[in-house]
């Protein structure tokens, strides 16, 4: 098998080797293919590799599209996506997509991933009191392109409003410039998020990976958005303010844990075991 590896990001040569030395460990070759030039290399390739998100705005992702190639998206993981210096350690591969709209292969994932990241999930917080924290969305994410966040968090405000008296805080996404005007909220860009949720009665977010961590800590999540990784255990209808779900969230963590995977298991192929072991069930790039 031939894997096309979209250098469609700079700074992020690391990676591109990663991925190489991946394909190797099982026999496979690659073509480094650049942003903009040589994109027709990638028509001899069986599937390709890019970073970020699935906008088709460069011409390797154009070119991806209009060929209907397999194409497998690396994102940010989901839990202990970095460590301690800041470094990414954990990356989320996906096929055709990121988020909720691709395939990981992971329904019903056994929990030997999950155990190794050794996490503290926390029960359920059954307490009415504390604030709503809202939890931004990136400038250049996915949501961006598609609402306004301010409008959308405006609008929630006044659905809520009327059915609580509890006070909202935001907590911008680390890469949200734009922020929604008003005097009604408290907002807290530089605390930590655990920091935050200490206090939090439930969340309310969109897509962001946050969601996940507040899920971990045991704070209620409101999303009505599919893509949002979060989106299978939390409450989507935000009427229900004053009673969220509470599902269980082990087999939603184990298979959150097959759709990451550390640097060091992309190096040694084992990321690429997982999808290629698979190849009989990958569907074609959608037209």
Not at 221 to 234: N, S
Request: with cysteine; charged share 30%; net charge positive.
């Amino acid at each position: 098998m031939r894997i096309a590896i979209c250098q469609n990001k700079k700074g992020k040569e690391e990676i591109y080797r990663v991925l190489s030395r991946g394909f190797a460990r099982h026999g496979d070759s690659f073509q480094l293919v650049e942003n903009g030039r040589d994109a027709d290399l990638i028509r001899s390739c069986d599937a390709a590799f890019q970073l970020g998100d699935t906008k088709n705005d460069n011409l390797l992702g154009k070119t991806c599209k209009q060929l209907r190639l397999p194409t497998f998206f690396i994102d940010k993981g989901y839990m202990r996506s970095e460590n301690k210096r800041g470094r990414q350690r954990y990356l989320s591969v996906g096929l055709n997509g990121t988020k909720r709209f691709c395939h990981y292969f992971n329904h019903d994932s056994p929990d030997d991933r999950l155990k190794k990241l050794h996490l503290d999930i926390k029960p359920w917080r059954i307490k009415d009191k504390g604030y709503i924290l809202f939890l931004g969305e990136s400038d250049r994410g996915l949501v961006a392109r598609d609402i306004d966040f301010d409008q959308w968090f405006k609008h929630t405000l006044r659905v809520i409003q009327p059915m609580t008296s509890r006070d909202v805080v935001l907590k911008p996404h680390p890469k949200q410039r734009h922020l929604p005007t008003g005097d009604y909220i408290r907002e807290f860009r530089k605390a930590h998020l655990t920091t935050l949720l200490r206090c939090a009665y439930c969340v309310v977010a969109k897509t962001t990976n946050a969601t996940v961590t507040a899920a971990i800590e045991g704070v209620p999540v409101f999303t009505d958005d599919l893509r949002c990784a979060a989106y299978d255990i939390a409450e989507r209808d935000i009427n229900n303010i004053n009673r969220p779900r509470r599902p269980r969230r082990k087999q939603w963590l184990a298979n959150l844990a097959y759709a990451q995977w550390t640097v060091d298991e992309i190096e040694d192929g084992t990321c690429w075991n997982h999808f290629k072991s698979r190849y009989d069930e990958w569907p074609p790039k959608p037209k």
